[in-house]
Nanobody
Framework: QLHFVESGGGLVQPGGSLRLSCEAS????????ITWFRQAPGKEREGVSCISMLGESTDYADSVKGRLTISRDNAKNTVYLQMNSLKPEDTAVYYC?????????WGQGTQVTVSS
């Protein structure tokens, strides 16, 4: 069975940090580009960051540049999103999405809440 297991979300104060993880099960992550999306209540899902198959190329939404860092460890079949200097507007459900010509898979989502 092919799926992602996401973890690392939670409640954090403004200015705090979290690291989200997304571990693939049943397929090899090496062949997939990865994008992190997020969806806040009442808003559309938006792309946050993406990373190429080998990790040599990354990109970020303007709203998170300089605060979030995407990375991957293909040996562990896992992708990470390090989130620093968090703001209340970062509150959302965060999803990882693996995509290639082989197919596409979504994680189940992990809630991030930034509040004092």
């Amino acid at each position: 069975q092919l799926h992602f297991v996401e973890s690392g979300g939670g409640l954090v104060q403004p200015g705090g940090s979290l690291r989200l993880s997304c571990e693939a099960s049943g397929f090899t992550l090496d062949y997939y580009g990865i994008t992190w999306f997020r969806q806040a209540p009442g808003k559309e899902r938006e792309g946050v960051s993406c990373i190429s198959m080998l990790g040599e190329s990354t990109d970020y939404a303007d709203s998170v540049k300089g605060r979030l860092t995407i990375s991957r460890d293909n040996a562990k079949n896992t992708v990470y999103l390090q989130m620093n200097s968090l703001k209340p507007e970062d509150t959302a459900v965060y999803y990882c999405y693996a995509h290639s010509w082989r197919g596409a898979y979504w994680g189940q989502g992990t809630q991030v809440t930034v509040s004092s």
